[in-house]
Nanobody
Framework: QVQVEESGGGLVQPGGSLRLSCRVS????????MAWFRQAPGKEREGVSC???????RYLDSVKGRFTISRDNAKNTLYLQMDSLEPDDTAMYYC???????????????????WGQGTQVTVSS
């Protein structure tokens, strides 16, 4: 059984930073692409960033230059370093394990088969 568990969310002021972590068990972590998604109240879920099995990253345009995705395959853990946070980044953030090894130019949620419960990120003064 695949388990996906996020941590690291919280309340931060605009311009601040947070680091999200995602620990995965029950699958061959280093074989699959991994991604972060987010969903704000009243909005559709959107893909924030995706890391292929080799770590090659993809980013949502609005977070490029501010967010950095990384993975430690030895620890079965995915990270999202979020800097220069803005109020529009406020959302529930979800980690997802892919059904494939590589991230395309877009990474629809249908390409991901295992999801965590989410961690809340709130950016507010």
């Amino acid at each position: 059984q695949v388990q996906v568990e996020e941590s690291g969310g919280g309340l931060v002021q605009p311009g601040g930073s947070l680091r999200l972590s995602c620990r995965v068990s029950g699958l061959t972590f280093d074989y699959y692409a991994m991604a972060w998604f987010r969903q704000a109240p009243g909005k559709e879920r959107e893909g924030v960033s995706c890391a292929s099995r080799d770590g090659n990253p993809r980013y949502l345009d609005s977070v490029k230059g501010r967010f950095t995705i990384s993975r430690d395959n030895a620890k079965n853990t995915l990270y999202l370093q979020m800097d220069s946070l803005e109020p529009d980044d406020t959302a529930m953030y979800y980690c997802a394990a892919g059904l494939y090894s590589w991230c395309g130019s877009r990474w629809p949620s249908s390409d991901f088969g295992s999801w965590g419960q989410g961690t809340q990120v709130t950016v507010s003064s």
